[in-house]
């Protein structure tokens, strides 16, 4: 039986409120992730505030599934042991009908990132969104300065769909959004 949730370092989870929210928490006091990873304005929010937002998810569950990242060993050098939240995946606005869904991930501290956990958790959502929840289309939003994620979704076989001009403000300057989609008979592809 193939594992959904469980790749060789990463494990696909819920999020746990009491744990979670002040680690996330965190995360919303780094500009430079929040602007990597979103593309709305950047702001600090509190554990209380985080653990609302989780509830507000709970409430949508049945168009936005969220996931938490989570590592599956303890790392050599840190205390945190497995189990250490490093980071989000969601696939989001999911239309049934029509079978398509927004996917996002992010990894928060820079340590964990180009370790390959990003591969790992591609792995996992995109078996998830077309063979367990029968999607056909994926599309992923960013900003054109984030040159990393542009490169990583290509990687990945998704394409430039839709390039919105000037879409997002940045420090004074204006950047496009890009949305990028892959079909799944694209990600069949040998």
């Not at 500009?31 to 937002?53: I, T, Y």
């Not at 928060?108 to 056909?136: I, K, N, W």
């Not at 001009?165 to 892959?182: E, K, M, P, S």
Request: aromatic fraction near 12%; proline fraction near 6%.
């Amino acid at each position: 039986m193939t594992q959904l949730f469980v790749s060789d370092h990463i494990r696909l989870d819920a999020f746990d409120p009491e744990k979670d929210a002040a680690v996330e928490s965190a995360w919303t006091h780094e500009a430079e992730f929040l602007r990597l990873a979103d593309l709305g304005p950047a702001r600090p929010l509190s554990p209380p505030q985080v653990k609302k937002k989780y509830e507000q998810q709970e409430k949508e569950a049945d168009k936005n599934y969220h996931f938490a990242l989570r590592l599956r060993e303890v790392p050599a050098e840190g205390p945190e042991g497995p189990g250490r939240l490093i980071g989000f995946a969601r696939l989001y606005w999911i239309d049934w009908y029509h079978g398509a869904a927004m996917l996002a991930l992010g990894i928060a501290a820079p340590a964990d990132r180009g370790q390959g956990y990003g591969t790992e958790v591609m792995g996992l959502l995109l078996r998830y969104a077309f063979d367990e929840c029968s999607l056909h289309r994926l599309s992923a939003l960013m900003p054109a300065y984030n040159l990393g994620a542009i490169r990583f979704f290509e990687r990945h076989g998704f394409a430039l769909e839709v390039r919105r001009r000037q879409a997002v403000a940045r420090d004074g300057r204006r950047w496009d959004a890009l949305q990028y989609g892959l079909l799944r008979e694209e990600w069949r592809k040998p």
